[in-house]
């Protein structure tokens, strides 16, 4: 069985955090379009219709919610092998470190259907709002989406090493919160550091702040930093597994 | 050894101190800097000591929730990791007395650093030139200290009933961040949701105009939400322990 067969076989209550995912999107989205009509003359007056849902909506998902659930995702994969001492039985067959490219592949594919499940939100509550959408707004839509979600790599990559580091739960879910809330104050305080704060990754690749196409420039050094990060995290997530003593 | 001697005697080697200072310590920076830079600038609504709790209080609102679920959580997770719930019922202590004694050590902590919240934003307030408030103060600490009363209470709950801290954190972070937005819900409706209290016992309310903030007026019915707080507090502590008292954790 694959690596990432093993690790979908071990979370079996997965499911639970994904209904979780649903709610917070709607949730969100549903914020975004309520400010989209609370201020509706305001938005049409400048010509803004489903940037505003995105910019609203996406604000606190990016910022708050989501990088809560990479969160608690990465804590969940990462506690269950502190149980028993799972991975010491894994290391003492060679295992952990193929494990942890399963736990690895795994976030990788829970970001991606969260992200893609807050991208169709955003395109089903501007069809509803009435809003002519062109291929270039679905492209945009989709983009930014798959940016945010690089972001989110990001910080799953982190969490897992957080994960790998710190044995309790409940602290790996504060690290994780408080760091997040930190993005929003490097957003508010110190904006420059946004580029480089992990944390605001997602929200910088979603342009929840910007909301315009970022320049090729831009998307180049976004895509480098976070491919950076991710594997800078991969690589001493590996190095601290291989060097434990279990 | 009481009950509480041993809660406490078990802490020793947990580092739950660091897991709080953490989260306390984020908090107070951001709030530090929230006050620092609005209280510096030139702005519509005079600076008051009720500007300044307006201010803290958003983010107190979110922190408050999600601090006291880590903490139960981390209380109850000791118990959960070396199966010792059986144990400890084994050895005589009443189910009732375990939540009770958890319930204690966790409001305990959860009180503790909400007064040096409270603190900290008199000081950095009056730090930079805001007259003085003690009745305010008092009122929001008290409302506060009770607003924790039933977060604590069905946080514990959930912590201890269910092996899986995922339940209880996912919870309580989700209720904190939309305890966020207490401010923006109407009291009737915050009145049911126990992890907006932080933000419902808030003794002003932004007051806006055209987008700009002109003011933080009292609210209406100050004594009334801390008094229904306060009861809704009292009610979660005392179903919480009967309902831990008669039920099998899973």
Known sequence: ?246 | MTAMGVEVSKLRRKRLWLTVLLVLGFELLWIVAILTVSLSRETTAPHTMGYAIGQASQVHAIVAPILATVVVSRLAAMEHDGAMLPVLFAANQSRGSLFLTKYAVAATISTTATVIVVAAVALVAGGQGVPADPGLMIAWLLGLVLANLGIVAIQLLLALLFQRQAVTLTVGIVGGLVGSFAGFVPPTIAAFIPWQYPGLVTPVRMEQTGGTITGFPLVDHLGVLIALVGVVGAACTAAGTAVFAHRVSR
Request: aromatic share 10%.
């Open chain 1, 1 to 246: 069985m694959s690596a990432l067969g093993i690790e979908r076989q071990k979370s079996k209550r997965a499911w639970i955090l994904l209904v979780v995912a649903v709610l917070l999107v709607g949730l969100n989205v549903f914020n975004g379009a309520g400010n989209y009509l609370g201020n509706a003359d305001i938005f049409e007056a400048q010509g803004l219709t489903w940037i505003a849902v995105w910019g609203q909506a996406g604000l606190l998902w990016a910022i708050l919610f989501f990088p809560f659930l990479i969160t608690v995702r990465a804590a969940s994969l990462t506690r269950m092998e502190h149980e028993q001492a799972n991975w010491r039985r894994l290391a003492s067959y060679g295992a952990h470190l193929r494990i942890y490219r399963g736990k690895i592949v795994l976030l990788a594919g829970f970001v991606l259907l969260c992200q893609a499940m807050f991208v169709a939100a955003v395109l089903v509550v501007s069809l509803a709002l009435g809003f002519d959408l062109t291929p270039s707004d679905v492209a945009a839509m989709l983009s930014w989406g798959l940016l945010g979600a690089v972001g989110g790599m990001t910080v799953a990559a982190i969490q897992l090493l957080v994960g790998i580091l710190v044995r309790s739960f409940a602290t790996n879910v504060a690290i994780g919160l408080v760091a997040s809330i930190g993005s929003l104050m490097v957003t508010l305080v110190a904006p420059l550091l946004e580029a480089v704060y992990p944390y605001a990754q997602i929200g910088v690749g979603m342009r929840v702040r910007a909301l315009d196409w970022p320049t090729l420039p831009e998307t180049l050094g976004y895509l480098t930093g976070n491919l950076l990060l991710i594997l800078v995290a991969v690589f001493v997530g590996r190095l601290v597994l291989r060097r434990r003593e279990h």
